[in-house]
């Protein structure tokens, strides 16, 4: 048996379905509530790039579907949460 979760509508929370290339912003992650690395959009590459460095000389994984992205990070214990920057807002 698995819990239903009902979508949420509040200005803290975005669903991850929401979220498109067209985002101006970042998303940053986070583990134990400290943000260890973010997400950007590429457009060059057609895909979402995670970095763990600022530096930004290579991207630690990418995909082009962004809640696969999120998982894959999530499972691989490099990050535990997510948060969404927008600069238009």
Not at 2 to 16: C, N, Q, T
Not at 39 to 61: L, R
Not at 62 to 87: C, G, Q, R, T, Y
Request: aromatic share 14%; net charge negative.
């Amino acid at each position: 048996m698995r819990d239903i979760r009902l979508p949420e509508i509040s200005d803290k929370v975005i669903d991850v379905f929401n979220i498109n290339e067209n985002i101006s912003g970042i998303i940053l992650a986070y583990k134990y509530n400290k943000p260890v690395g973010f997400i950007v959009y590429k457009a060059e590459y057609n895909a979402w790039e995670y970095f763990d460095d600022i530096t930004i000389d290579c991207s630690y994984k990418d995909n082009e579907n962004l809640p696969k992205l999120l998982k894959a990070i999530m499972s691989s214990k490099h990050a535990d949460s997510f948060k969404l920057v927008d600069f238009e807002q």
